[in-house]
């Protein structure tokens, strides 16, 4: 078992940034993959970013060159930095940790990010 536990949320105006945060605890020497998912509201949950092996990294398009994705594996944690944030991604967003991109994987509880304009 893993445990994901999110922090870094909030209300932030457009343009502005925040970082998330996702320390994991357990079972973590078996996780290759960690990664970013938000659902807006409406919406279906789509993949933000991921890191494989604490190297290659994967974005949306729609977030590539604002957000930045990295783990530290002596803290056991992997952050989100995401800078000139818009309305659009307003959304609530979840912390993943699974053995392979392609697995469902474990899931943090989500944390609300809202982009005023």
């Known amino acids: 078992q893993v445990q994901l536990v999110e922090s870094g949320g909030g209300l932030v105006q457009a343009g502005g940034s925040l970082r998330l945060s996702c320390a994991a605890s357990?079972?973590?020497?078996?996780?290759?993959?960690m990664g970013w998912y938000r659902r807006a509201p409406g919406k279906q949950r789509e993949l933000v970013a991921n890191?494989?092996?604490?190297?290659?990294?994967k974005y949306a398009d729609s977030v590539k060159g604002r957000f930045t994705i990295s783990r530290d594996n002596a803290k056991n944690t992997v952050y989100l930095q995401m800078n000139s944030l818009k309305p659009e991604d307003t959304a609530v967003y979840y912390c993943?940790?699974?053995?392979?991109?392609?697995?469902?994987?474990?899931w943090g509880q989500g944390i609300q990010v809202t982009v005023s304009s």
């Open positions: 357990g079972s973590i020497s078996m996780i290759n993959v």
């Open positions: 993943n940790a699974a053995r392979a991109s392609n697995e469902y994987g474990y």
């Open positions: 890191i494989i092996s604490g190297a290659s990294t």
